[in-house]
């Protein structure tokens, strides 16, 4: 099946800084999703991007879509405190294939 | 949305027995998803649940050590057979309609001694 790599595995930051995670594939998605996991929580849905060269914005967090469908990534303007958790990208309609994830840190 | 209640939230199990998680979900769903999560790893999918057909497998998972049940369309355990170390991890169940968002249950975190 489908594979998503994503990088960074690990991003420690100042709180205040920017952060972003970058999700790749070999082969043309159909769509990518954009998942945050806190610590000792369950994964919670943030977005879905199907278009190429789709953008979207969640207040601090903007999501792209690449042009040819095989990258995405996250990125967090100013980070916070609350922004601490492990972000995944994952793939698929109903069964999701997920990339490693994420881990960002933040020092206050 | 889709509301899932999973349990045991954690348990801490002695080698060689098994463990039955339980998901309910406060909707009909046609498909629950079971995956697992190793410590400090991104998630993998165990197997899909189909109310009244046998379950669909993943790669490196079988029915003897995986058992899953769907009796109905709100409802599915996954049990975890003959434990070892090796199987303490989180399990998640998950619905999901096509093409949106997956909603999870919190996770049963398993610890084998």
């Known amino acids: 099946g489908q594979q998503v790599m994503q990088i960074p595995q690990y991003q420690h930051v100042q709180e205040g800084e920017d952060f972003t995670t970058y999700c790749n594939s070999s082969?043309?998605?159909?769509?990518i999703q954009w998942y945050k996991q806190r610590p000792g929580g369950h994964p919670v849905f943030l977005i879905q991007l199907v278009k190429s060269g789709e953008v979207k914005k969640q207040k601090r967090l903007t999501f792209q879509f690449g042009e040819a469908k095989k990258n995405s990534s996250l990125h967090i303007t100013a980070t916070q405190t609350t922004d601490v958790g492990t972000y995944f990208c994952?793939?698929?309609?109903?069964?999701?294939?997920f990339g490693q994830g994420t881990r960002l840190t933040i020092n206050p | 949305s889709a509301v899932i209640s999973q349990k045991p939230s954690r348990d801490i199990c002695q080698r060689g027995t098994s463990l039955t998680i339980q998901c309910q979900v406060d909707?009909?769903?046609?498909?629950m998803f079971w995956y697992r999560q190793q410590p400090g790893q991104s998630l993998t999918l165990i197997a899909t649940?189909?109310?009244?057909?046998?379950?669909?497998?993943e790669s490196g998972f079988v029915i003897d050590k995986f058992p899953i049940s769907r009796p109905n369309l709100t409802f599915s355990t996954l049990t975890v057979s003959n434990m070892s170390p090796e199987d303490s991890s989180i399990y998640l169940c998950?619905?999901?309609?096509?093409?949106?968002?997956?909603?999870f249950g919190q996770g049963t975190r398993l610890t084998v001694v």
């Open positions: 649940a189909n109310q009244g057909s046998e379950a669909t497998y």
């Open positions: 909707s009909q769903v046609t498909m």
């Open positions: 082969t043309t998605l159909s769509n």
């Open positions: 994952a793939q698929g309609a109903q069964k999701l294939v």
């Open positions: 998950s619905v999901g309609a096509y093409g949106t968002e997956a909603f």
